[in-house]
């Protein structure tokens, strides 16, 4: 990875981090966006790993595993009720800096891939531990350091 996209990966960060510190962003609606996005770029991925016989590894090919003192006991949630609550627009507004921010910055589909499994793997670690749905809607912890 070459300085300029080391220098636009942390663009990436910064911005959603702001983002989504600022709006307060729901973890379910962080989640949404990031699949979408992940499943965007992974079918682009694929198509082009099936063209060239050429093979990546499970850290771009598949979500990260979690610790296993994260996941907790299995909760079950209405999904139809959850997508009804959600915030489209604010979700809209995420979804529209990562797709600029990634073309501003030119990342490759794989660097890209692997910004976002690193934000996946942070939501999937605090949805893991939600055993009720308002948890879903509980903002986004973003910890100090990232």
């Known amino acids: ?22 709006l307060n962003m ?4 962080v989640s949404l966006v990031l699949q979408k996005h992940l499943n965007q770029l992974m079918g682009t991925l694929q198509q082009h790993l099936d ?8 850290r771009v090919h598949s ?3 979690l610790d296993a003192d994260t996941a907790s006991t299995e909760a079950s949630f209405a999904l139809d009720k959850v997508m009804n609550i959600v915030d489209h627009q604010r979700m809209d507004i ?3 800096l990562i797709r600029v921010t990634l073309v501003e910055i030119n990342a490759s589909v ?37």
Do not use: K, Y
């Open 63 to 65: 979500p990260w595993p």
């Open 26 to 29: 729901p973890l379910v609606e």
């Open 110 to 146: 794989i660097d890209a891939v692997l910004a976002l499994r690193q934000w996946e793997h942070l939501a999937r670690s605090q949805l893991a531990m939600a055993t009720g749905p308002g948890q879903l809607f509980s903002p986004l912890d973003v910890p100090d350091d990232w």
């Open 94 to 96: 995420l979804d529209t």
């Open 51 to 58: 063209n060239t016989g050429q093979t990546v590894g499970p």
């Open 1 to 22: 990875m070459d300085d300029s996209t080391v220098d636009g990966l942390v663009t990436l960060t910064e911005r959603t981090v702001n983002l989504v510190n600022q």
